[in-house]
């Protein structure tokens, strides 16, 4: 069983529909990030949230939302989807960070392919 | 994002090895992160440098020089399985700052 999993995988919808995309995880880690991948721009942070109580916008926040509705399940939504938000969506995972010591890796979902027309 | 820059592509045949440079802006730089994304499926961890030098594990290594902005990954003993993107990542400010990554294909 995968420790981050994403639904839906695959998602085709139309202009003006919102929609919502969901991440759980079973890592049993507090941090949680919703990334969208475009070709050849890499991957870009949408929204990223440290624990329950903590939402914060990331390079690209504009026309999405998310909610962190427990420790393991964080939302994505569009509500009005545009066809420039056409991505691959990855949800991520990760350990809070050891100051002076380390940063800890992020861990990432299968990803969601969502395609709006 | 965050003037990270790595190449587009690298083609290198199996058994060879194969560098991939990564150049990044040095304000406020916590780490750096290296991942490996095959066609149509998720990033996986592959090293991190926060100081520098050399970090070995295995077929991959990671290389850092802070004063530079300069990281390479360095795959050895090329597999046809190595054949992915290679996504070098910037730590800074609690959150990471992809490269578009570099695509590798391994030739028989």
């Known amino acids: 069983d995968a420790d981050v999993t994403q639904t839906p995988r695959n998602r085709i919808t139309k202009t003006g529909k919102r929609i919502m995309l969901e991440c759980s995880q079973t890592k049993g880690h507090d941090r949680m990030y919703w990334y969208r991948q475009d070709p050849g721009l890499g991957l870009r942070l949408i929204y990223y949230s440290f624990d329950v109580k903590d939402i914060n916008k990331g390079e690209i926040s504009d026309g999405y939302s998310v909610s962190r509705q427990a420790q393991a399940k964080f939302s994505l939504s569009l509500e009005s989807a545009i066809p420039n938000q056409t991505a691959l969506y990855f949800c991520a995972t990760s350990d809070p960070d050891i100051p002076g010591v380390s940063n800890q890796p992020q861990h990432f979902g299968d990803g969601t392919r969502l395609s709006i027309l | 994002g965050q003037n990270i820059d790595q190449p587009t592509e690298m083609t290198a045949t199996e058994g060879a090895i194969v560098q991939i440079n990564c150049t990044y802006q040095t304000s406020g730089f916590n780490g750096l992160f290296w991942y490996q994304q095959h066609a149509g499926e998720a990033p996986t961890f592959l090293s991190y440098n926060v100081l520098d030098g050399l970090e070995e594990k295995g077929r991959f290594s990671s290389f850092l020089s802070r004063s530079k902005g300069y990281s390479y990954l360095l795959l050895k003993e090329l597999q046809m399985k190595d054949s992915a993107s290679y996504l070098c990542?910037?730590?800074?400010?609690?959150?990471?700052?992809f490269g578009a990554g570099t695509t590798v294909t391994v030739r028989a």
């Open positions: 990542a910037r730590f800074s400010d609690y959150k990471l700052s």
